[in-house]
């Protein structure tokens, strides 16, 4: 499908700046004897901005295409910004002119001028004078446009900053229209739109799980990735036309876009948000869960509470906040446990996607040279202040905290302190020390009686039991972002034939009633009284195809026992006679084969309550000698317990190094303190 055949249909996520863009562009020029008789007056301009590749051109595009479909004709003129500039002096004033003379000529019309930034910049003294007159030219001329007269300017740009401000106020362009980077659910609608001409398309589902994947990317990131996808889908099918000469006859019918492809596409393509910076934004992940999962609910719950109602969904807002704070919503996460500037506050960060994110870390404060931290700080809130609803999100305020001056400590708190209730910006703080060690600048600035103050404290014993018997259990799912395993298992996995389902059945290992992974090879009694299990996968694997072996020897068996049974058929059926009449003559039968198993089961004990009860043991141990230990060292334990594990080493002793570690780390941490006192 062309772009010049596009209209808002083919257009996804963008749902509440079509209905905008509708009201404010071409109900005017469509029904015009309406705003007549109420004498309004119709807009004069709109402008788009927002970060490259999110559908500003896109939707001035499908604005064109539905003007010539309406009933009443609307004329649309598009020009480059770069097109209407000349090295000749007078030209561009020109080109102008004539532009809006035409757009008077076959009005009602639409003047869309795509990076606008280009041709009306920033007026300035070090400018040469061609811009300044381009500048006013631009200015005289919107100024000229009669408040009936049909003709609407609509401007795009990827800077705002650069834009003249003397262009950015009513009745030039009224309006000024963001466009964010899409959210989960504009994804998932992108990628629908992009294949809805397919005819062999993906299931839903996976469709959810791409665009939970596909954090950061823009309309154009996901285009490209549809596209990356079917190439892929390509090379795994025609190899070889990387090596012929001539043409070579591809079946487009036959040609299937599968999910493996799309996967492999993710890793080829960069977003180009992601060029410019990372931004710190990921989901918590599945093994961190058991540790963290609680504060982020309890963070959330505090949220429903300070924020308006509907600010934290994609909803407009249509209440009050429910606390009593006379300023807009905003949290600090605190504690000596740096988890909430490493976990929560990016899973935040996650959940709240909807909302425009702007960062103001110790990265951004000096990210040009030259420039004076109080004037980045300035203008990263204004520039919040222009995408509201928003979130700042202030990751560790003390590591920039001493290293800027004290003009900028000002100007930083009395701008936070100047944002009242009425500016709907959710502030997001993090600052790794307790809330009663905090500056006195910044502990003012939150309410610990009205919520506005978490602070994370170390895990509690039941939170790492669970933490570490996910080393026993083998049920991680790293790809429970927002689906379950049980949903993406037969999306990530399709299903075998029956031949390879018997081949993988002999390396794959459900987990039992209990967790565990099967069969373990050896049980060892390490550090007194505490056992260890070791696990060898190598093992685990030749264990696996014993079931499949033994049932092979109990068929041959059975086998020789049949031969046998015929060939002396006359001479065993006179014993089995006379057998058969002593059992009945003494009233007692001999013991049925369900018998003898059921009493050899119970008299030897279960070799899954064993490894049970080790297991427990085990994690006992580890959750007693970690008491009060963050996140972080919980983390690395875990990681130095599972390395450990694969190369079947003494998980006592790794737990005894960290464990000495640790006291030695906090003796360290102890000496200035007791040198001061």
């Known amino acids: 499908m062309s772009v010049a055949t596009k209209d808002f249909s083919c257009i996804g996520g963008l749902e509440k700046h079509i209905r905008i863009v509708k009201e404010m562009v071409l109900f005017p020029l469509m029904y015009g004897d309406v705003y007549a008789k109420f004498n309004l007056r119709p807009p004069r301009g709109l402008l788009f901005y927002g ?62 001028f795509d990076e606008v930034d280009g041709l009306a910049p920033v007026r300035s003294s070090r400018q040469d004078f061609v811009h ?27 800077r705002i900053d650069a834009i003249d ?87 487009e019918r036959h040609l299937k876009v599968e999910k493996e492809d799309f996967l492999k596409a993710c890793q080829n393509i960069v977003p180009a948000s992601h060029r410019v910076i990372v931004a710190p934004i990921k989901i918590l992940s599945f093994k961190i869960q058991p540790l963290l999962q609680e504060d982020l609910t309890g963070i959330l719950s505090r949220l429903q509470t300070l924020c308006p109602v509907g600010m934290l969904t994609s909803d407009n807002i249509t209440g009050k906040a429910m606390s009593k704070s006379s300023s807009c919503p905003r949290i600090l996460l605190c504690g000596d446990d740096d988890s909430h500037t490493r976990h929560l506050g990016p899973a935040l960060l996650h959940t709240l996607e909807h ?46 905290w001493d290293l800027v001056d004290e003009t900028t400590r000002v100007v930083f708190t009395s701008l936070i302190r100047g944002l009242d209730r009425s500016v709907h ?53 790293s790809l429970s972002d927002r689906s379950s395993q049980a949903d993406l298992a037969p999306i990530l996995y399709p299903k075998k034939l029956k031949g390879e389902n018997r081949k993988l059945r002999n390396h794959v290992h459900p987990a039992d009633s209990s967790g565990l992974l099967g069969m373990f090879e050896n049980t060892n009694f390490l550090c007194n009284s505490y056992p260890v299990v070791n696990m060898h996968r190598n093992g685990l694997e ?17 086998r020789n026992k ?44 279960s070799s899954t309550e064993l490894f049970n009860s080790q297991i427990e043991d085990l994690v006992e141990t580890i959750v007693r000698s970690t008491d009060e230990w963050s996140s972080h060292l919980l983390e690395s334990l875990f990681s130095a317990l599972e390395l450990t594990m694969e190369n079947s080493g003494d998980l006592c002793a790794t737990v005894n190094e960290h464990v000495a570690r640790y006291e030695e780390l906090k003796r360290v941490k102890m000496r200035p303190k007791r040198e001061d006192d």
């Open 132 to 158: 300044a007159s381009v500048v006013s030219t631009l200015l005289a001329l919107m100024d000229g446009l009669d408040n009936n007269s049909e003709i609407i300017v609509i401007g795009a740009t990827n």
């Open 355 to 400: 909302l425009p994110y702007h960062i103001l870390d110790v990265t951004t404060l000096f990210e040009e040279t030259g420039k004076a931290a109080e004037e980045a700080v300035i203008q990263k809130i204004k520039t919040a202040r222009r995408t509201l609803p928003a979130l700042l999100y202030i990751p560790g305020v003390l590591t920039w």
């Open 51 to 112: 970060p490259p590749g999110t559908g500003k051109t896109l939707v001035a595009s499908a604005l064109a295409t539905e003007c010539s479909n309406s009933e009443r004709k609307v004329s649309f003129i598009s020009r480059k910004g770069s097109d209407c500039l000349s090295k000749w002096v007078g030209e561009s004033e020109k080109k102008l002119e004539k532009i809006f003379s035409l757009a008077q000529q076959t009005k009602p019309c639409i003047i869309f």
């Open 425 to 477: 910006m959710l502030v997001l703080m993090t600052a790794h020390c307790r809330h009663v060690n905090l500056p006195p600048e910044i502990a003012e600035l939150y309410d610990n009686k009205l919520g506005e103050v978490y602070e994370v404290r170390s895990p509690s014993p039941q939170k790492r039991c669970s933490f570490f018997k996910q080393l026993f259990n083998g049920n991680l799912d």
């Open 165 to 251: 401000p003397a262009l950015r106020r009513p009745g030039r362009f009224d309006k000024e229209l963001y466009f964010p980077l899409p959210c989960y659910s504009a994804r998932k609608e992108i990628l629908s739109v992009h294949i809805k001409s397919w005819k062999q398309k993906p299931v839903q589902k996976f469709l959810a799980y791409l665009a939970s994947k596909t954090l950061g990317f823009c309309g154009s990131d996901l285009q490209a990735l549809c596209v990356e996808a079917v190439m892929c889908s390509v090379r795994r099918n025609y190899p070889q036309i990387y090596n012929s000469k001539s043409k070579y006859h591809i079946n």
């Open 562 to 605: 049949l031969g046998a049974v015929r060939s002396s058929h006359s001479t065993s059926s006179r014993s089995r006679t006379a057998i058969k009449r002593e059992c009945n003559a003494s009233g007692e039968g001999p013991p049925s084969k369900r018998q003898r198993l059921t009493t050899a089961t119970s008299s030897a004990p």
């Open 542 to 558: 030749e264990i696996s195809a014993a079931p499949t072996t033994r049932k092979i020897k109990t068929q041959s068996k059975a």
